[in-house]
């Protein structure tokens, strides 16, 4: 099937296509053929070319495999994920937040399965987990949720997005190196931001939490990735790093992310920011970057 109205000014001919996926382009055809699992748009020399949707079905189709599913199976799993049942994500945050409430770590861990399954990760991250963590956030403000609730949720989440994030590193595609500002604590935003760029074909060098600026740059020196992202939810602690974070903007293509990048701030240290929605920027970055 082809789409007339897809731009083709990010997308690849099949050879670079395949490198970024990690697939080869003998397997990437045989999906196409068996499964519709492809939709290739022409340039206009008549060349097949692979986009953005392309590259999350076949990110969707691997993990599918990955969990033991038949290739007909990943393959209904990944096609599926593109066109997710209205009101059936919002069921599974219902049942998620209810296994919250009890501490049931089976229970979280079940819909989270079901859900990666039916949907794939773009979905369930932007429609499940990123929107319960929210409600999470309001009801622990709002007293109805107890705070141990709160670290019980936050923590089983991020083992479990840590989990899916295992050997990231590897691979032939760009790197993105990720860190959180020095003191800060709240890196599940940044986990999400690195496992969409993954799905892209990225390389994902992740320092975590309460990293110092000067880590940051000994690793892009050693690394010299394409991209890093530093993020912060409380602008002072920006602020304090202002030398060392226009040092490494020198040195790498840096984007300031989180609460704490103001658009002021940003501007005045002369770096990049990463506004509006995480899946929305990894999407937007994960082809145009890496071309």
């Known amino acids: 099937m082809y789409n007339d109205h897809v731009s083709t000014s990010e997308a690849l001919r099949i050879g670079e296509f395949s490198r970024r996926v990690g697939v ?29 949707q392309d590259a999350e079905r076949i990110a969707r189709m691997l993990r599918g495999l990955e969990r033991g599913l038949s290739a007909a199976q990943a393959a209904r799993a990944a096609l599926d994920g593109g066109r997710p049942a209205e009101g059936l994500l919002e069921g599974a945050a219902a049942r998620i937040l209810a296994a919250i409430r009890d501490y049931d770590e089976a229970g979280v861990h079940a819909v989270l399965d079901e859900s990666f ?43 479990r997005l840590l989990s899916m994030a295992r050997m990231w590193v590897t691979g032939r ?11 800060e604590q709240h890196d599940i935003g940044l986990l999400t931001f690195g496992l969409l760029l993954r799905s892209y074909g990225w390389r994902i ?3 975590g939490a309460d990293t110092p600026i000067e880590t940051v740059e000994q690793a892009a020196r050693s690394t010299q990735p394409k991209l890093a992202v530093i993020a912060s939810f409380d602008p002072a602690r920006l602020e304090a790093e202002a030398a060392s974070i226009r040092r490494l903007g020198r040195l790498v293509a840096l984007h300031l992310s989180g609460p704490g990048a ?27 970057m890496a071309a």
């Not at 397997?27 to 986009?51: D, K, N, Q």
């Not at 760009?174 to 003191?183: N, S, V, W």
């Not at 103001?262 to 145009?288: F, K, S």
């Open 24 to 52: 080869s382009a003998a397997v990437l055809r045989a999906w196409e053929r068996r499964y519709g699992l492809l939709e290739p748009i022409r340039s206009s020399g008549g060349f097949r070319l692979y986009t953005a």
């Open 117 to 159: 399954a039916a949907f794939g990760l773009e979905a369930v991250l932007r429609d499940l987990i990123l929107p319960t963590l929210r409600q999470v956030g309001v009801e622990w403000s709002q007293g109805t949720l107890d705070i141990s609730q709160e670290h019980f949720a936050s923590n089983l989440i991020r083992g």
């Open 173 to 183: 595609g760009p790197a993105a190196l990720l860190a959180c500002a020095p003191g």
């Open 205 to 207: 060098l992740f320092l």
């Open 262 to 288: 103001t658009e002021e701030l940003c501007r005045r240290l002369r770096v990049a920011r990463l506004d509006g929605d995480l899946i929305d920027a990894a999407r937007e970055i994960g082809l145009r």
